[in-house]
């Protein structure tokens, strides 16, 4: 295993340690395997590619050197309006909140179904066995991954480990 490198950038933002514990690609039958690492925006996924070698570039995505570097572009998910809870709630007034259904019900937006659609390809695809979150370690930076992974409902069972 190689040992983590510090990752800078001009403008300093991501400037913590990428740890490499996916360094050597390995092979499972014949297949592949590679490593999805999902970032919050472009530059940063940008940025971690550099880093670990990956230079062939998809639509809305890099591969090479055993992994898969994509990225949200901000909130993929959002929540769903109050309509989507009931007819009463179609034209609600300020007597019916709050608004607290059993369970909160989500939805793709409408500006990024396209890079959703990239990700929850890349998440369901046989050769990816480990996907690791290196959105910011923030809340709303964890919202961001949690929500897309859950929306995707994939496979893989081991758990996502934050690069920090």
């Known amino acids: 295993m190689r040992p983590a490198r510090r990752i800078t950038q001009k403008n300093n933002s991501i400037g913590g340690v990428c740890r490499l514990t996916y360094c050597n690609p390995k092979q499972n039958g014949g297949i592949f395997i590679a490593k999805l690492i999902v970032a919050e925006k472009p530059s940063v996924a940008m940025s971690y590619a550099k880093v670990l070698g990956v230079h062939g570039r998809q639509d809305g995505y890099l591969e090479g050197s055993g992994y898969i570097v994509s990225w949200c572009v901000g909130h993929l998910v ?17 007597t019916d909140l709050p608004i607290l259904p059993q369970k909160w019900q989500y939805l793709v937006s409408a500006s990024t179904k396209k890079q959703f659609s990239v990700l929850k390809k890349l998440m369901h695809r046989a050769d990816v066995d480990t996907v690791v979150n290196s959105c910011d370690s923030g809340r709303e930076g964890e919202l961001i991954f949690r929500l897309v992974y859950q929306l995707s409902l994939i496979h893989i069972s081991e758990p996502t480990r934050p690069i920090s």
């Open 78 to 94: 959002e929540l769903a309006p109050p309509s989507a809870y009931g007819e009463q709630y179609v034209e609600w007034s300020i």
